[in-house]
């Protein structure tokens, strides 16, 4: 073994590690990136949940006032039956 074949594997190696770590680095870097990306989209999905149940809760008690309001008991037309007339 000459000693140019000694620094040509070793330049090899040393190629192989400079490319591997930046792969790796890169890799953790998107990784991250990812991981914070979805973390803003869950938030805002979290937040926009809330507030499709509050909507959805108010527009469940706007129909039960109205089936009340339609009830027989309240003569049909939300108006009550008055015994005091």
């Given at each position: 073994?000459?000693?140019?074949?000694?620094?040509?594997?070793?330049?090899?190696?040393?190629?192989?590690?400079?490319?591997?770590?930046?792969?790796?680095?890169?890799?953790?870097?998107?990784?991250?990136?990812?991981?914070?990306?979805?973390?803003?989209?869950?938030?805002?999905?979290?937040?926009?949940?809330?507030?499709?149940?509050?909507?959805?809760?108010?527009?469940?008690?706007?129909?039960?006032?109205?089936?009340?309001m339609l009830n027989s008991e309240f003569n049909g037309y939300g108006k009550g039956t008055s015994r005091h007339s």
């Amino acid at each position: 073994m000459t000693p140019g074949l000694f620094q040509a594997i070793f330049a090899g190696v040393t190629l192989l590690i400079l490319w591997s770590t930046t792969l790796a680095g890169a890799v953790v870097w998107i990784v991250n990136r990812i991981g914070k990306a979805k973390e803003e989209i869950m938030a805002d999905f979290n937040t926009k949940h809330e507030a499709n149940l509050q909507t959805v809760k108010a527009l469940e008690t706007l129909v039960i006032r109205h089936d009340v309001m339609l009830n027989s008991e309240f003569n049909g037309y939300g108006k009550g039956t008055s015994r005091h007339s």
